[in-house]
């Protein structure tokens, strides 16, 4: 039976190997995707992941690429205090199971 840690090990070391290819097609990728979630964080307080990655296509602002290649992006978004976990939504690209919603840690409202 695999444990929590082992699972979230598991999941780590996928994310980062979808981040890795995603950097090996797009030199710079993972830089230009994490400046866009904080960018993201600075004008929204709160949001879900599939919200960001659906914005920098919509905008193209960021190729998509993956869903999978931006989760370890959050986890560093986290790491360097922008974002937090702040509850759960459904998310519609994964038959509506719940995904984290972040609080932006660095929003700064529009005047």
């Known amino acids: 039976m695999t444990t929590l840690l082992e699972a979230r090990a598991a999941a780590n070391e996928g994310m980062a ?9 797009i030199p710079g990728w993972s830089d230009a ?3 866009y979630i904080h960018s993201y ?9 599939w919200m960001v990655t659906h914005t920098a296509g919509l905008t193209g602002s960021v190729p998509v690429k993956s869903g999978k290649c931006w989760g370890i992006l ?8 922008w974002v937090k976990k702040d509850g759960y939504a459904q998310d519609p690209n994964r038959h509506m199971n719940p995904c984290p919603v972040y609080r932006s840690l660095v929003y700064r409202e529009a005047a």
């Open 17 to 25: 190997r979808a981040t890795a290819h995603a950097d090996e097609d």
């Open 33 to 35: 995707a994490l400046a």
């Open 41 to 49: 964080a600075l004008s929204h307080d709160r949001f879900t992941g």
């Open 74 to 81: 959050f986890v560093k978004a986290q790491k360097l205090g």
